[in-house]
């Protein structure tokens, strides 16, 4: 079963603006990881924040992880066309297995 | 450094039939992953190796299933005999340790079981 659900299911901006995603679930986490798919193609790792951090930073990519409310959010800004993906959120529990997300898809308008 | 490659790209086989996909992990990667990715879902882990020993199949169907990693190397998946319910992208991944570090995929394999 998968623990992580991405919210919303798809989303589509202009580019230049922000694009923010959701990520929740449900059992405690050693880790969260967030993956872009691009069309017909493997899955790129973006960012792992651990249990015990609140906030990371990755070029353009914003990551939170709340453990309290079992929630994590992905903010990519200044979108690009480019960034037009499905993003993935894996969650890693003490066996360090990774349960992915359905995905959010994302369309960056020119 | 060369990504995890995989064979083929895409598969169209017929139901009851047997197929199966090939992966080179990332040179030194101990790690191997194997995860089916059905239209619509992320991944879903089907087997981990660590060196040529399988360290999870909990999720592998293993009554049509198989999968090995001679010399710890290259890895096969094998599914005899497929069904329509196989119809997916199998992503074989590695990482350098287990697998609470970096994962990193290969393009995949499209199967469509007609």
């Known amino acids: 079963s998968q623990q992580g659900e991405e919210d919303p299911q798809a989303l589509s901006i202009q580019e230049g603006e922000n694009a923010t995603m959701n990520c929740s679930y449900k059992?405690?986490?050693?880790?969260l990881q967030w993956y872009r798919q691009n069309s017909g193609r493997g899955l790129v790792h973006l960012i792992l924040i651990r249990s015990n951090e609140r906030e990371k930073h990755s070029g353009r990519l914003r990551v939170t992880l709340d453990t309290s409310k079992k929630s994590s959010s992905l903010l990519i800004t200044a979108s690009r066309a480019a960034d037009t993906a499905s993003y993935f959120c894996?969650?890693?529990?003490?066996?360090?297995?990774?349960?992915f997300g359905a995905g959010t898809t994302v369309t960056v308008r020119a | 450094e060369a990504g995890v490659a995989q064979s083929p790209r895409y598969k169209i086989i017929e139901k009851r039939q047997s197929v199966a996909f090939w992966c080179n992990p990332i040179s030194g990667h101990a790690t191997l992953y194997w995860y089916q990715q059905i239209l619509g879902q992320g991944p879903k882990l089907l087997i981990q190796f660590q060196n040529n020993g399988v360290v999870d199949d909990s999720q592998l169907p293993k009554d049509r299933f198989s999968a090995e990693r001679l010399k710890g190397v290259d890895s096969t998946l094998k599914i005899q005999p497929a069904k329509l319910e196989d119809s997916a992208v199998y992503l074989c991944?590695?990482?350098?340790?287990?697998?609470?570090?970096?994962?990193?995929f290969g393009p995949g394999t499209r199967l469509l079981v007609l």
């Open positions: 059992t405690s986490i050693n880790n």
């Open positions: 991944a590695s990482s350098v340790g287990g697998s609470q570090e970096t994962q990193y």
């Open positions: 894996a969650t890693a529990n003490n066996d360090y297995k990774l349960s």
